[in-house]
């Protein structure tokens, strides 16, 4: 949803809904929904959350394969403003499973930590070509160094084609959180 005042439009509204956990002992109603904020912005999310996005945390990308079941994929994670970044090679099946189907949910878990994670459903809002945009590159040469601490350029293109790559860029619809660091 998009949110206008006047002819100004305003940042995507989306949901936030944080699930009772256990970290501090047992409590009624464990692992329910606990609150649910409205929020505009990553920037709204609890800082013990946005670390997941910030820190070299790999997600898992879930998208619908032809057979209608969820294909899981764990990759690397980054976002620009309000939109999460998948960033993959085109010749890839979960390319054309995107474009089929684009709504898609990554589930973050805190690798010391597996009961405090973040899991957001997001829908393409954009498909960017790294044959048309240098920034696909870019953000691609961002998270190699995030997650290898490498310099660029990245260093993982299959050799044995000339791959290219797609940049999907994501409008997040909800988010759910869960537990503590």
């Not at 294909?71 to 976002?79: I, R, S, V």
């Not at 998270?143 to 940049?167: F, M």
Request: glycine share 6%; proline share 8%; charged share 30%.
């Amino acid at each position: 949803m998009v949110v206008k005042e006047g002819n100004t439009k305003m940042a995507e509204v989306f949901t936030i809904a944080k699930f009772r956990d256990v970290s501090n002992g047992l409590q009624a109603g464990q692992f329910d929904v606990g609150e649910r904020k409205r929020a505009g912005s990553i920037e709204d999310l609890d800082p013990i959350y946005k670390e997941l996005l910030d820190k070299p945390v790999v997600m898992t990308l879930a998208v619908i394969g032809p057979d209608g079941r969820p294909g899981l994929t764990p990759m690397w994670c980054d976002y620009e403003g309000d939109h999460i970044l998948v960033n993959t090679a085109s010749q890839r099946p979960k390319c054309q499973w995107i474009r089929n189907n684009p709504r898609l949910t990554i589930l973050l878990v805190n690798p010391e930590n597996p009961y405090h994670w973040m899991s957001i459903k997001c829908t393409v809002a954009e498909e960017v070509h790294e044959d048309d945009d240098p920034n696909v590159t870019k953000q691609l040469d961002k998270i190699w160094t995030k997650y290898t601490g490498n310099e660029p350029p990245y260093g993982l293109r299959d050799p044995s084609i000339e791959e290219k790559r797609v940049l999907f860029k994501c409008r997040i619809d909800r988010i759910a959180t869960f537990g503590q660091p």
